[in-house]
């Protein structure tokens, strides 16, 4: 299988002026990689009312299609990877898992958002404070906890095994409404698992309210997402080698910062990418962005390819800036 590199984040869904600016960002790794490569494959997510975006994103669907997962939007198991990798998962079995995230739900305007969980910046103690506030809640319910890193937690249950939940990176910055679960058919808001999830979130949501670790927080912890459901499903395929260096910027619709770390991805990350091209090792290349992927070979360009890129070279503004999901 050719090597693999995945970049979320780095396509660029462009509103205004941005296209022309990225024409002549000095990524000049970039701009030989695509002189050279072949893009293979485009895939543009399908509008899905009310929420006009798939609840996995495409960096996450692309991941779980070259590692071998059966890619079903919102139930790719993410949380029982993480779990295999703690060894509290081992075999497939029925037994589902998720990602519990304590998060911040920021109140504005009757519009309810959900801030990115690493400006909480949490630590190990309050961590484990929480973790012993809440954990019987859950276990009360059938579902265990268990810690994973601070501010997220593994949560164990066969009511998690097959329940469709929004990726946080799908969520960060936007109205929660249309992603919460249970929010995407009439089925799912009245099945158990979501009925008691809702409940939950309800009673943590009155816990955290009070409770003493917020006192002297200026970001409150309010909340908790849960996504990365499934049950455990071993990889068949190597996994690819996964790039975050954009991730930060472009949730925070920091334009500037996320040409920055560009740059930084064009020179770590590219430049070696085209040195083992040259030494004749096949290399693919997938850019992610929030709702298109674009998947780019190392094979020999065709013909029509090299006058194409002599007469007419493509430029970076058609590579990186794409156009807005409409409905």
Excluded at 161 to 168: C, E, F, H, K
Aim: net charge negative; with cysteine.
């Amino acid at each position: 299988m050719t090597p693999t590199t995945l970049i979320p984040f780095s396509l660029w869904t462009a509103h205004g002026p941005e296209s022309s600016v990225l024409s002549k960002a000095d990524l000049p790794h970039l701009r030989t990689w695509i002189a050279q490569a072949q893009r293979v494959e485009v895939q543009v997510d399908e509008v899905i009312e009310p929420l006009l975006a798939t609840l996995s994103p495409p960096h996450e669907r692309a991941w779980a299609h070259a590692v071998g997962w059966p890619v079903v939007d919102g139930c790719l198991p993410w949380a029982a990877h993480a779990a295999t990798q703690q060894g509290l998962a081992s075999v497939p079995t029925q037994e589902g898992w998720a990602f519990i995230t304590l998060c911040n739900w920021h109140v504005s305007n009757g519009q309810v958002t959900l801030g990115d969980p690493a400006f909480l910046q949490l630590d190990e103690a309050t961590d484990a404070v929480l973790l012993k506030a809440m954990q019987s809640f859950f276990a009360e319910d059938g579902i265990a906890l268990h810690p994973h890193k601070p501010g997220q937690w593994l949560a164990q249950s066969p009511l998690l095994a097959d329940l469709p939940t929004a990726s946080v990176d799908r969520v960060i910055g936007r109205n929660i409404d249309p992603w919460l679960v249970g929010s995407h058919t009439l089925a799912e808001l009245l099945s158990p698992a979501v009925k008691l999830l809702r409940r939950l979130q309800n009673e943590m949501q009155m816990l955290l309210y009070t409770h003493p670790v917020n006192d002297a927080r200026s970001l409150t912890i309010n909340s908790f997402w849960v996504h990365g459901t499934g049950p455990y499903t071993p990889l068949s395929r190597t996994a690819p080698a996964l790039v975050n260096t954009l991730r930060s910027s472009a949730l925070q619709q920091d334009f500037v910062g996320w040409l920055d770390a560009w740059q930084q991805v064009d020179a770590e990350v590219i430049a070696p990418l085209l040195a083992r091209v040259a030494a004749g090792e096949p290399q693919r290349l997938v850019l992610c962005g929030e709702h298109e992927c674009h998947v780019y070979d190392s094979a020999a360009p065709s013909l029509w390819q090299r006058v194409r890129n002599r007469f007419a070279p493509t430029t970076l503004d058609t590579v990186l800036a794409v156009a807005p999901l409409k409905d």
